[in-house]
């Protein structure tokens, strides 16, 4: 971990013809302007205060991308670059949350022993953290701190439960700090909640009371157009979609709409002038379509996809945490060995025997189609490419010089 370098103030040298050094500070790091927050005061379980449960977190403001540079005192950290994370926990994770990674998963074999994925190996020893996705527990939860995770890319947030004190780990929202306060409500709607709502469901006022960035709902209790991440995709299972760094889903519909065309076993058809309308039973695959819809709620992907989910699954409410992660530089090849990060050597640098672009005399494949290590053709729209269908039964007679008379020609 790089560290502020120490001024030499009043250093005091064991040779009597130099005199003691008085010099200024050097910073290690470029400074960066930042609001500068509160204090965050110690949680203290018996002053906790149920009303803040029921408080929107604070809004913050929106710096943009920053990113912290350092002075090239050495080559490896000339162009580094790492997104300011200052409120990040500086000391070690809880250890019963947590268990050594050790064996095949550090260098890319399966359980044969055989290298499965390529250029992994070697990496600091880490632990892993049990991570909570499904986030079953209800009542209010104190977010502790927000930790790094070096299993992953975006951050997690240590909660403890304000009814049985337990400790647990979840991915972190964008902008959650300690101190803040969220809920889950994957085991129901609680019963004070009811009650504000007098006895029935309001969804303007389940909507202002619930959906707020960190908290986990079913995805039909969250409002239409909301940011969510951590998107599960089977009822009663954990989070799958949406779980890297500044990653998102939007909600975009859901099968209300199609409530009442359900218990409609019929459809209304115009007929010609003068005629009246007639109905007519719905087919069953137009049934087994609305049945389908009524059950599932539709999200968009950031890459465009657009998926049905089934509308029991988890989500929690906002953007996954670091979005500034994809535009940090390591500085250096030890960085990425570090992160169990072998290098990849190109094919045309290889010998004869390891490759089949290798070998040569110069910067040649010996004129040989794309292949991977194993001689399956690769690029070049292999197996991408639409066959064209040719239709052999027709046959298009040649005309040679059709429309153009030379001499000397017919």
Known sequence: MLQVRMALTGLRLPFRCLPSLSLPARAYSTTINQTERPPQQESNPSNFDPSIAFAPPPTREDTGVLLRSYKPHTPGIRHLRRPVNDHLWKGRPVQKLTFPKRGHGKGGRNHTGRVTIRHRGGGHKRRIRTVDFSRIAP?????????????????????????????????????????????????GIPEDLWKSMGGAVDPGVLAARTAWRGNCLPLHMIPIGTLVFNVGLYAGKGGQLCRSAGSFATVIAKGGDFQGRANDTSRTQAGGPGTEEEKKPLSQREKQKIERATQHVTIRLQSGEVRLIHKDCCATVGVASNPNHQYSQLGKAGRSRWLNIRPTVRGLAMNAADHPHGGGRGKSKGNVDPKSPWGI??????????????NKAVVVPRVRNQGKRRRGYS
């Open 139 to 187: 009542g209010p939860h104190l977010v502790e701190r927000i930790e790094h995770d070096p299993g992953r890319s975006a951050h997690i947030a240590l909660l403890r439960s304000q009814q049985t004190q337990r400790l647990s780990y979840i991915l972190a929202a964008e902008g959650m700090r300690a101190g803040d306060v969220v809920q889950s409500y994957m085991s």
């Open 377 to 390: 053709p690769t690029k070049s729209g292999y197996k991408t490419r639409p066959k064209w269908k040719v």
